[in-house]
Structures are given as structure tokens and as C-alpha cells.
């Protein structure tokens, strides 16, 4: 028996699904702490709306520029540190660990042995 999972993107803000190629996968920064957020296209406009008046009083001190990721797109993992996942992939691996049975969080590090588990199961 075959077994597929699906994946929807979902916009952190109204919970609303992304459709393919109508949001943007977002990464940013605050005080050493990075975050993603995944957004559709109104969102994402209001998002980089509201930060365009901090950003240009700013002064850049590091990255290069990057174009925005279409929602889904996978991320590159950057050379010498962890990788980073797809937030879809994550998600599906909590969905996955919530229907199993394990205990896990909506957010935070997910435990390697939940992981291994998803892993050897898929």
C-alpha cells in the first residue's frame, strides 16, 4: 500500500492557504534571533511595507541581498552551520509526530529522535 502526504503552505498571520507561487517564504532577524514566517502575497507586501521605513534608516552590517523565495521554495543550507529545513517539511513533520502519537510543540527544535522517526517511516 502506497502512502502520500500532502503539504499546504499556510499564511502564519491569517491561516489562510498559500496556493503555489502566491506568497513568500520570509527570513529575518531581530536581536540575534532569526525567524521565517510564511506569508501570501498581501501579507507580504504589508510585511516588507512595514519594514521599509526601519530598514532604510538602518545601516547594513552583514548577508548580501537575496531575492524573496517563493512560498515553498526549499532553502539553501548555509556552509559551516545547521542545516535549515523547509518550514513545509517541518511542518509535515509535526503534523506527522502529532497523528503518531508523540508529544512535540507547534514551534522549537524538533527532537532528533522524532525526526529519525519520520525519517525511517517515510
Request: no cysteine; net charge negative; charged share 30%.
Amino acid at each position: 500500500m502506497a502512502k502520500r502526504v500532502t503539504t499546504q503552505l499556510v499564511d502564519d498571520i491569517d491561516g489562510s492557504v498559500i496556493d503555489d507561487d502566491s506568497g513568500e517564504t520570509i527570513e529575518f532577524a531581530v536581536n540575534g534571533v532569526e525567524y521565517v514566517i510564511d506569508l501570501k502575497a498581501k501579507n507580504a507586501t504589508e510585511f516588507h511595507r512595514k519594514l521599509d521605513y526601519y530598514i532604510e534608516h538602518s545601516t547594513r552590517v552583514g548577508g548580501r541581498k537575496r531575492k524573496p523565495s517563493p512560498a515553498g521554495a526549499a532553502t539553501p543550507a548555509k556552509t559551516g552551520t545547521p542545516a535549515t529545513r523547509d518550514p513545509a517539511q517541518t511542518r509535515a513533520i509535526r503534523q506527522w509526530a502529532a497523528d503518531e502519537g508523540y508529544e512535540i510543540s507547534d514551534r522549537g527544535r524538533i527532537p532528533a529522535a522524532i525526526e529519525e522517526a519520520f525519517n525511517a517511516a517515510h
